[in-house]
Nanobody, 115 residues
Framework: QVQLVESGGGLVQAGGSLRLSCVAS????????MGWYRQAPGKQRELVAG???????NYANSVKDRFTISRDNAKNTVYLQMNSLKPEDTAVYYC?????????WGQGTQVTVSS
C-alpha cells in the first residue's frame, strides 16, 4: 500500500507562484511513476505533470514552461513548482502514484488563482 499526503495549496494572484509537495509513505519501493493531476469544478480530472523513477518528465501542454515537477527520493517527496499562475489553473490538485498495477491518490489540495 502507498499513502500520499499533499500540501502547499492556497490562494494566489494571477502571475504568482506556489509549490505543492507530496510525501509518499508505505511500500514506496513499488512506485513506478508519480505525478500531479487537477480537477476544476465541472471538469474531468486531468494530468498536469508526471515523473518516472528515472527522472523522465512529461507535462500537459497548458502548463509547459510554467510548471516544473521534481522529486527528492531521500525525502520520498514529489514537488510541483507552479509559476506564472493563471485563473484557469484554479482546481483541486491531486498527487498520484502508480504501484502494484494500480493508482493511488492523495486527498487533494485546493489551488485558487484570482484575476
Amino acid at each position: 500500500q502507498v499513502q500520499l499526503v499533499e500540501s502547499g495549496g492556497g490562494l494566489v494572484q494571477a502571475g504568482g507562484s506556489l509549490r505543492l509537495s507530496c510525501v509518499a509513505s508505505g511500500t514506496i519501493f513499488a512506485i513506478n511513476v508519480m505525478g500531479w493531476y487537477r480537477q476544476a469544478p465541472g471538469k474531468q480530472r486531468e494530468l498536469v505533470a508526471g515523473i518516472t523513477n528515472s527522472g523522465s518528465t512529461n507535462y500537459a501542454n497548458s502548463v509547459k514552461d510554467r510548471f516544473t515537477i521534481s522529486r527528492d527520493n531521500a525525502k520520498n517527496t514529489v514537488y510541483l513548482q507552479m509559476n506564472s499562475l493563471k485563473p484557469e489553473d484554479t482546481a483541486v490538485y491531486y498527487c498520484h502514484a502508480y504501484a502494484f498495477h494500480r493508482d493511488y491518490w492523495g486527498q487533494g489540495t485546493q489551488v485558487t488563482v484570482s484575476s
